[in-house]
Structure formats: structure tokens, C-alpha cells
């Protein structure tokens, strides 16, 4: 999945969730979204050639030293796990403020949705359920879904974007009409 498929997959439904209990003001909301965007691609620093490693250029050629393949260990469920728990621990343990609280959550709302992202791929992830089984993770079957960059992905970014768009629009006029 491309990068711009992994922030609308995830910020569409974290959107629309949003939108019914509309908690935040706007710029807490920004950074919210702002970190689920980058919490979406994180998991992809260990592909060489995507939008994240090309800004940080060293975390691919970590990952190239220990041997970390394309959708290996930051793509299983069990190192997602760890990472929040640990992350968890950190803001805790240090009494974090909430603007730290909405941006740790949206990096973490990001990174997991990015996982049911890449299972709507025809690849799949490999090993996802390490070590408890080295099934492949997968959302549909084979037929439903895609490969990266088809077509098929585009149609799904643009009717992701026309979610978006939907939301937004209805937050919109929601927030002209208090005016």
C-alpha cells in the first residue's frame, strides 16, 4: 500500500469516530491527525524506498544492518505491542501532559491502522502473528484485494478521500451553523 492509501485508511475512520463525540479544539485536532499521519507510515522505515526513510535516511540502514525485512518485525502484531506498551509506560511514568497524551495516541491509532492497510494488500503480512503462529495476516479473501500501486488502490484512495472529504464537510457546516 502507498503512502498516501495508509494516512486516508487511517484518518477515515478515526475521523468519522471523532466527529460523533467532538472533544478536541481545532489545532489539538491537527496534531491529533498530524500523528496519526505519521504513525500510519511509520511502520514502513524499514523499506528503504518509502516517504518516511526518505526523510530519515538512517532508520533503513539500521534495519538493512540487522537484517530487518519489508514488512517483518514492524509489521507483527507482537512488536506493536511492545512499542505501546512501552511508549505507554514512558508518558506514565512521567506524568506526560495531554498535548504529549494526543500526540503518542495518534502515532499509535496511525501505526496500527497501518497494519489492516497492508492486509488488504495481495502480499499480505508474513509472520503477523509471531510467535503465537506464522500465519499470514490477511483482512479478505485473495480475490478482495490488492496489489500495491493498481488500480484497484487508487479507487480505494480516492473513495477514502471522498470519505474524508464527506466528514469534513459535514464538520464544516456543523461549525458554521453554531456561528
Do not use: C
Amino acid at each position: 500500500m502507498i503512502y498516501r492509501t495508509h494516512i486516508a485508511f487511517a484518518i477515515a475512520p478515526i475521523l468519522m469516530i471523532e466527529s460523533a463525540i467532538d472533544v478536541m479544539s481545532i489545532p489539538i485536532e491537527l496534531l491529533f491527525y498530524l500523528s496519526i499521519a505519521i504513525g500510519s507510515i511509520s511502520p514502513d522505515l524499514d523499506e528503504e524506498g518509502s516517504r518516511l526513510s526518505k526523510v530519515f535516511p538512517l532508520f533503513p540502514m539500521i534495519y538493512d544492518l540487522l537484517d530487518i525485512k519489508h514488512r517483518g518485525v514492524t509489521h507483527q502484531l507482537i512488536f506493536v505491542f511492545i512499542l505501546v506498551v512501552l511508549f505507554f509506560s514512558i508518558l506514565h511514568l512521567n506524568n506526560a501532559d495531554f498535548v504529549s497524551n494526543i500526540i503518542f495516541y495518534g502515532l499509535a491509532l496511525g501505526y496500527f491502522m497501518h497494519l489492516p492497510g497492508d492486509m488488504l494488500t495481495k502480499g499480505g503480512i508474513n509472520n503477523f502473528y509471531y510467535p503465537v503462529s506464522k500465519a499470514k495476516g490477511i483482512l479478505l479473501p485473495r480475490a478482495f484485494r490488492f496489489y500495491t500501486h493498481s488500480k484497484e488502490e487508487l479507487l480505494f484512495l480516492y473513495f477514502l478521500y471522498f470519505v474524508i472529504f464527506l466528514q469534513v464537510a459535514y464538520r464544516i457546516l456543523l461549525w458554521v451553523s453554531y456561528e
